[in-house]
């Protein structure tokens, strides 16, 4: 995506993939804000955090990092990010990376500390305590509960086939 730098108050259009992006400034304020067709316009600079956090999650994100690739102040960044999305960015950077290891812990055989690491996190003892934390399950109580749940799934989609085949043969 291609991002013009307006005059202040200057309305800009942006191409994105799906659609039109509106990027507009306010006259006292120099962030400009994304409005992907929601309600609420997002900054610019928010906006691009947080598609830094979720392309680069597994990999060491700081705050200080994504604060300068959006060309802001680390405390800047801070204090709007928790204002606009309502999660600090340490939650955020955690949520992002427990999104992700719950799929690879639905999806996948791999060992939980191959989890961990390959989602971003940079200890064991990190990934358990942020998981547990968001999760309220550890990662292995969280695979077992999916595994468990999956089954009964299952066996419930068996019983449903059988009774249609026991009545067609009625």
């Given amino acids: 995506m291609r991002l013009c730098q307006p005059k202040i108050g200057a309305l800009v259009l942006a191409d994105v993939c799906c659609g039109v992006v509106i990027v507009m400034t306010l006259k006292n304020d120099r962030s400009q804000f994304v ?3 929601g309600d609420r316009a997002e900054p610019v600079e928010i906006w691009k955090a947080r598609k830094l956090i979720r392309d680069h999650s597994d990999g060491e994100l700081s705050l200080r990092e994504v ?5 802001l102040s680390a405390n800047y960044l801070s204090e709007k990010f928790k204002e606009v999305t309502g999660l600090s960015f340490v939650r955020y950077v955690g949520q992002t990376r427990t999104a992700k290891a719950r799929d690879l812990l639905r999806n996948s055989n791999l060992r939980i500390s191959e989890i961990a690491f390959a989602v971003g996190f940079q200890s064991l003892s990190q990934f358990n305590r942020v998981f547990k934390k968001l999760t309220r399950k550890s990662p292995t109580q969280f695979r077992a509960w ?5 089954k009964a799934i299952n066996r ?3 019983k449903s086939r059988s009774r249609r085949i026991s009545r067609k043969n009625v």
């Fill in 146 to 150: 999916h595994k468990k749940r999956m």
């Fill in 35 to 37: 409005n992907g067709g």
């Fill in 67 to 71: 604060a300068k690739s959006v060309n």
């Fill in 156 to 158: 419930s989609a068996k």
